[in-house]
């Protein structure tokens, strides 16, 4: 396929209101797209969409204010968004949210909770979607999994199971859009300085103390600014990228899977003591 273009497409984002959202917002805006742009905090997503036009006068930037953990809500925005927005060529499926814990700390509800928003939801938005994006030849679908997608650490069941899921659900997609016209890459974001750890909900089953730890070690590994990931992002989504790996803390874990898939999660623990 050729390169996507930017200038004068509509680009639809999810979890636009901060992080990596965010700032895919700020770069596609530089390279002359509207936008339409998707959160649950509507003060926030309200400041960004206030920035991005404030900065760009001739762009159109939309809001939708919805919780994607409520599915009935997300299916009503998936249908306004294809009715209200036929121009749309990209869809970048960035929300996520993050559940610590093992699997025996966490109720089911809070399992279908994370994988609501960050798995169903992207299937809903897409399906909703991509009729339209088929209607533009050149358009494009990016889908945000994680370096969990690539690996499974202890205490993060629910997450990596989604992430995996994205993947899986992304690369599928890919085949079946293979000569159709709609490009698609799957993104894979090591440790980006977010507020996804700060803001993550904690198994009902997890002590105080295992609560401190895990967050004092994820933070150590989010380093790599939003910027620097969305720019990784919309660069792969111009060369038709099917993946995209983000940092060190991608690049690395995704060549030891391959190496080593059955023992990787040995290797990597003794890598992070080391460190």
Known sequence: ??????????????????????????????????????????????????????????????????????HEATVKAGQRLAADHPGTTLLVNNAGVALGGRFDQITLDEFDWLMEINFRAVVTLTHCLLPVLRTHPGAHLANVSSVFGIIAPAGQPAYSASKFAVRGF????????????????????GGIATRIASSARIGSGVSQEEIAEGRAQIGRLLSIPPATAAEAILRGVERRSPRVLIGWSARIPDLIARLAPGSYTRILTLAMSRR
């Open 1 to 70: 396929m050729d390169r996507y273009a930017f200038a004068g497409g509509t680009a639809i984002v999810t979890g636009a209101a901060s992080g990596i959202g965010e700032a895919l917002a700020g770069a596609l805006a530089a390279r002359g797209s509207h936008l339409v742009l998707l959160d649950r905090d509507a003060e926030r997503l309200g400041a960004v969409a206030d920035t991005i036009r404030a900065a760009h006068a001739a762009l159109t930037v939309d809001t939708v204010v919805v919780d994607l953990a409520d």
């Open 170 to 189: 992304t690369e599928a997609l890919r085949a079946e859009l293979a000569g159709e016209g709609v490009g698609v890459t799957c993104v894979h974001p």
